[in-house]
């Protein structure tokens, strides 16, 4: 392995202006999208790591992030990768940082970025794509990515090398997605702000682009809004494309119960973020009530312990993790091997445009045997990146940059 | 009613060194507290609202108090007090930094010092501590000054208000508790980089001047130190001293179930805090194994939601709410409210030193009819206070001054 030491952290508070309503949801009405961004400097190489936010405040992450990543300078890249369950540890339980989550929120956002900025220099010393990176790791390499703390009863770290045992046999089974493509589903088809025939319109789009899948903001206060476009677009693009339905966690428990049940005639994939994200036996009542519709959500939960708690309480049916809320790619592969612990389909949250989870849903297909499903698929920021996710007939085209596909263009 | 308006909003950093091992734990091994100070200026009136970190950090917190306070100025303090729970629920719900939490972390620690402030200047206005003005209120008033947003299926408005009708006319049995004082139990005994002796020597201490209760803090790498001291302790004080155990979130779940069994044979009044606290199953399952021992945690519980999963799940005994961790008075009420809807005593940690929650903890009991049982007490941060709160004979004296009793001497 060569030696390469972490020269310097640089913060980078990048914004995005969305424009025509692109990015509204029932919740989150502002227009831009923020990347807090983590930049290691080692010798010619940048390892780049975000976080993602709505702009503003994105700053606090930022400033987070040096604080969090003051530990970063002077340490060899491959000697901390050998070790970075541990090395996560330490830092995400700074013991004065660590009062401000524990584990969520602002500190945990800069944890995401600095650890998959990490992994981001890692993948480009050795010269190879993060999903290459990752399929060519031990078992033993893989766990020792990974901070199992407080997840250890569900998923211990010999559970988590079984499951990669399990699936080395047969992981050329599956590695002809490398070549067929990581199918997508499009998000940017149903945003809230949009009309009734611009989401039309675009969903038909994007299905002639090869999409058998698209989204559709709901969460109207006048629940008869949502009705009506849901069943706009289901009789628009006739009962085989799927739909996802995603309420942005607007809705009141009894609502959402109302709602989902009401908008179960259109035959939704599934209904998204029903309620508030920390509300646990209100998701598994929904999940319980709403059946056979099913029941996402993760891009809201902050840590692989709240996870842990909503597998339990079989409160979830799609497992919506996000590298970029969660404290980034190592806590990702916890939250998919607990989710394969449990049986659960993994169906990420893309905060990071799908750059980053092009890779991961690779690795969770290949590695760890979690089916070919969809992921979800923005493309308002195509622009910024250096490298944007590509889909064609409604793949992702697998990546072959090195490193986790997120260098953005310098600022203008 | 006054018509006062509030004309600026300041954030002020404070920290404040700890010697000698204070405030030292399982985890926190910092020796420093911090206030995150919001402070809202109304001619002569100071509002002055606290959040508690461990020093570092700090700054992240003053930061988000301004972003999330630029709404205030301007203000009738009146107006705004009189439907709190919505005001509060917009400032929570802001379309852009709502994505930071939601509704915990940084940005809802900062929500915790700006309620506190409002609640701070609207009772300077008024001239009144803070219980006699939540005492003076209708059930009606109680009700608008909480947001049950996302808490209505297991306590609505009505609920809320049902509870504190149904206490009014039985409060003169409970209000002799305002000449009695509210019992303190001594935190400041039992830090973890105390040795022995001087643990020993201070609880009796605490005992002689009046204190029935006392904290350990356990959760040592070697289980033995927590045995043995918790043993020496349980001698040196004898049956009738009620003590508690505090892990601080040290111990994985089958190491918390293991010492919470082996530390039973002290009867410890509760053990505090033994595992993460988002391991709801986790706790929920110590819960039971435990018994009769009982689990006490809220000090890291972000806010009503995730309150109300741990009640749902009984995986709790004793309600640690916080009111300088929780969105502050006002969602403090909520869950106190909740908890006596569960039947389940609130005990509050105290990041404030006591200061609001000797407020608190007469309300709940007067009007809300909760136990008369043990507010915390940590005395280390005294001399910065212009109205430390005065515990005597073991209990707490009723505070006479208006407001939250935290303004702050000017730094040095």
Redesign the interface.
């Given at each position: 392995m060569r030696n390469v030491t972490i020269e310097s952290l640089t913060a980078i508070d990048r914004r995005f202006p969305l424009l025509g309503g692109e990015g509204s949801d029932a919740?989150?009405?502002?227009a831009?999208y923020g990347y807090a961004v983590a930049e290691l400097a080692a010798g010619p190489l940048r390892g780049t790591g975000i976080a993602?936010?709505?702009?503003?405040?994105n700053?606090?992450?930022c400033?987070?992030i040096r604080?969090l990543g003051a530990a970063l300078p002077g340490r060899d890249i491959e000697a901390t990768m050998a070790g970075f369950g541990a090395f996560q540890r330490s830092l995400a339980?700074?013991?004065?940082?660590?009062?401000?989550?524990?584990?969520?929120?602002?500190?945990?956002?800069a944890l995401a970025a600095l650890t998959n900025a990490c992994f981001d220099l890692w993948a480009k010393v050795r010269g190879v794509p993060l999903w290459s990176l990752l399929l060519s790791l031990t078992p033993d390499q893989i766990v020792n990515l990974i901070d199992f703390?407080?997840i250890?009863?569900v998923l211990s770290p010999g559970d988590a090398k079984a499951i990669l045992e399990t699936h080395l046999p047969t992981r050329d089974e599956r590695e002809g997605v490398l070549t067929a493509g990581y199918p997508g589903y499009d998000t940017s088809v149903g945003w809230f702000q949009f009309d009734d025939q611009r989401v039309v319109k675009s969903a038909l789009e994007a299905r002639a682009r090869g999409f058998r899948a698209v989204k559709l903001k709901v969460g109207s206060a006048d629940g008869e809004r949502d009705l009506r476009r849901a069943r706009l677009l289901r009789e628009a693009l006739g009962p085989e494309t799927l739909i996802m339905l995603d309420a942005n966690?607007q809705w009141?428990?009894?609502k959402a119960l109302r709602m989902s049940k009401a908008l179960s005639e259109i035959s939704p994939y599934w209904v998204e973020e029903p309620?508030?994200?920390?509300?646990?036996?209100?998701h598994r009542r929904i999940a319980e009530e709403i059946a056979p519709v099913k029941v996402a959500l993760g891009e809201?939960v902050?840590?692989r312990?709240?996870f842990?708690?909503f597998l339990?309480?079989g409160a979830m049916h799609f497992v919506q993790a996000d590298c970029v809320r969660l404290a980034g790619v190592s806590e990702f592969l916890a939250v998919s091997l607990m989710a394969r612990k449990f049986g659960l389909p993994v169906a990420p949250h893309v905060g990071d445009m799908g750059q980053v989870h092009q890779h991961l849903v690779l690795f969770n297909h290949i590695a760890l045997g979690h089916d070919r499903l969809f992921l979800e698929h923005i493309p308002h920021l195509r622009e910024y990146l250096v490298h944007p996710a590509t889909v064609e007939g409604g793949v992702y085209l697998t990546p072959q940059e090195p490193g986790l596909s997120c260098d953005l263009h310098p600022a203008a």
């Amino acid at each position: 392995m060569r030696n390469v030491t972490i020269e310097s952290l640089t913060a980078i508070d990048r914004r995005f202006p969305l424009l025509g309503g692109e990015g509204s949801d029932a919740v989150h009405t502002g227009a831009e999208y923020g990347y807090a961004v983590a930049e290691l400097a080692a010798g010619p190489l940048r390892g780049t790591g975000i976080a993602l936010t709505l702009g503003h405040g994105n700053e606090l992450v930022c400033d987070a992030i040096r604080m969090l990543g003051a530990a970063l300078p002077g340490r060899d890249i491959e000697a901390t990768m050998a070790g970075f369950g541990a090395f996560q540890r330490s830092l995400a339980d700074h013991p004065q940082l660590r009062w401000l989550g524990p584990h969520k929120g602002v500190t945990h956002l800069a944890l995401a970025a600095l650890t998959n900025a990490c992994f981001d220099l890692w993948a480009k010393v050795r010269g190879v794509p993060l999903w290459s990176l990752l399929l060519s790791l031990t078992p033993d390499q893989i766990v020792n990515l990974i901070d199992f703390s407080y997840i250890e009863d569900v998923l211990s770290p010999g559970d988590a090398k079984a499951i990669l045992e399990t699936h080395l046999p047969t992981r050329d089974e599956r590695e002809g997605v490398l070549t067929a493509g990581y199918p997508g589903y499009d998000t940017s088809v149903g945003w809230f702000q949009f009309d009734d025939q611009r989401v039309v319109k675009s969903a038909l789009e994007a299905r002639a682009r090869g999409f058998r899948a698209v989204k559709l903001k709901v969460g109207s206060a006048d629940g008869e809004r949502d009705l009506r476009r849901a069943r706009l677009l289901r009789e628009a693009l006739g009962p085989e494309t799927l739909i996802m339905l995603d309420a942005n966690q607007q809705w009141p428990l009894d609502k959402a119960l109302r709602m989902s049940k009401a908008l179960s005639e259109i035959s939704p994939y599934w209904v998204e973020e029903p309620t508030h994200p920390d509300d646990i036996f209100g998701h598994r009542r929904i999940a319980e009530e709403i059946a056979p519709v099913k029941v996402a959500l993760g891009e809201h939960v902050p840590n692989r312990v709240l996870f842990k708690a909503f597998l339990q309480a079989g409160a979830m049916h799609f497992v919506q993790a996000d590298c970029v809320r969660l404290a980034g790619v190592s806590e990702f592969l916890a939250v998919s091997l607990m989710a394969r612990k449990f049986g659960l389909p993994v169906a990420p949250h893309v905060g990071d445009m799908g750059q980053v989870h092009q890779h991961l849903v690779l690795f969770n297909h290949i590695a760890l045997g979690h089916d070919r499903l969809f992921l979800e698929h923005i493309p308002h920021l195509r622009e910024y990146l250096v490298h944007p996710a590509t889909v064609e007939g409604g793949v992702y085209l697998t990546p072959q940059e090195p490193g986790l596909s997120c260098d953005l263009h310098p600022a203008a």
